[in-house]
Each structure stands twice: as C-alpha cells, then as structure tokens.
C-alpha cells in the first residue's frame, strides 16, 4: 500500500480545508499536529490553497493532499505544489490515469455501482464515498461495499462528530474526510485552539471505533 494511504488509515480521520488565507497555514498545520492529525486534505476553491500546499508540504511531520481536483492541470499545479495525494469529487479516467502513471496516491469520489465499476477498471483500491450522508450514509456504504469487498472507502460529506465512530466502525471504511474540525470560521477568526481541541476529539472518537 501506498505510504500516504498508510498515514491516512492509520489517523482515521482527514480534515478537509478551504483556505481563506495562506498565511493560515502553517499554524493550522501546527493545531491539527497538536491535536494528533498531522494531515490536511486543502481544497483548490479558494486562491489561497496552492500556496497554502507550499508551506504545509514543507513540513516534514504533516502529510497534505489537494481536493477538488477536476482535470489533469488541477492535479499537475497541486502535484507541482506538494500536495502527496490527490482526492476528487467524482472520478475522472484522464485525471485517474494521469496520477496513477506519475505515482500519486489518488481517492476519487464515488456515489454508484458504475462509478466502482471504472474505479476498478482503472485499478484503483480506495475511493472516497461522496456526498456521503446525502446519498444515503452508512446504509447506502453497507450496501455498496458488499459488492465490492477490495475497495477500501473515505466517507466525507455529512461526517461529523456525532457519526463519525459509526463511520469508522466499517470494515469497508479505511478514513474518513470531514470539514468540521476546521472551518471557514474557525479559521477565519484564528481560533486555533478550538481546532486542535476539535482534532483531539476527533482522534479520540477514532480510537474508540474498534
């Protein structure tokens, strides 16, 4: 297995971040370590994200990936940055191909039975279940998983404190994604003490999963 998706399951949970402000960035990274999740998954929908992968990518003790990618050029630009792994909204063969031929670790959302078709076919082994609590939760993630028992899956959407031991709980279930630990607000008003609180409650739920 990929060392990123090793990290990755080992810390359960990946706090996925919109940046509104690069200079953010480094002492979020330090809360989120902190708080026991030295990971980011920083999402290219503010201006803010590349250079926000820049700093976090130079630390050597934190792990950050670029979500909502959607081409080949998103990839490439947060590849370029430091991004060590790549998560999409939906799945997109030429943007797939393209990370799995320059050896970067890539979860693309899923929602049905052909999207784990192709993501099969592509010969990819995690997959992020997306927009997960909208389409139908852990209820909708038992059925689909039976199926599809090779595939491990990263729940985010809708995951939050209250769901996230149940979540977890899946054997099918290798992380999950979540936006709560670090939000818009938190970080605008620099409340990095609330979020590490947040990522320390996060790890402990994670724990306690089984």
Not at 2 to 7: K, L, R, V
Not at 12 to 29: G, R, T, W
Not at 148 to 155: I, N, S, T
Not at 158 to 181: D, E, F, R
Request: charged share 15%.
């Amino acid at each position: 297995m990929n060392e990123s998706f090793q990290q990755i399951e080992q810390l359960k949970v990946v706090p996925v971040i919109s940046m509104p402000d690069a200079e953010l960035a480094l002492p979020l990274a330090e809360a989120l370590r902190e708080g026991g999740l030295a990971v980011a998954e920083i999402t290219l929908r503010t201006p803010a994200a590349i250079p926000s992968i820049e700093r976090m990518a130079g630390e050597s003790d934190f792990l950050v990936g670029a979500g909502t990618i959607h081409s080949v050029d998103d990839a490439k630009l947060a590849s370029d940055a430091g991004a060590a792994f790549i998560v999409t909204p939906g799945i997109n063969a030429k943007t797939v191909e393209w990370c799995l031929n320059n050896n970067i670790p890539i979860v693309p959302g899923i929602a049905t039975p052909t999207d784990l078709e192709l993501a099969l076919a592509l010969g990819l082994t995690h997959v992020k279940f997306f927009p997960a609590e909208a389409l139908g939760g852990i209820t909708m993630l038992k059925a689909l998983s039976s199926p599809y028992a090779a595939v491990k899956f990263m729940p985010t959407g809708g995951v939050n404190a209250n769901n996230l031991a149940n979540y977890l709980s899946l054997p099918c279930v290798a992380a999950c994604g979540g936006s709560w630990i670090a939000k818009a607000e938190l970080l605008a008003d620099r409340r990095f003490a609330e979020i590490k609180e947040l990522a320390i409650e996060a790890v402990s739920l994670a724990a306690g999963s089984g």
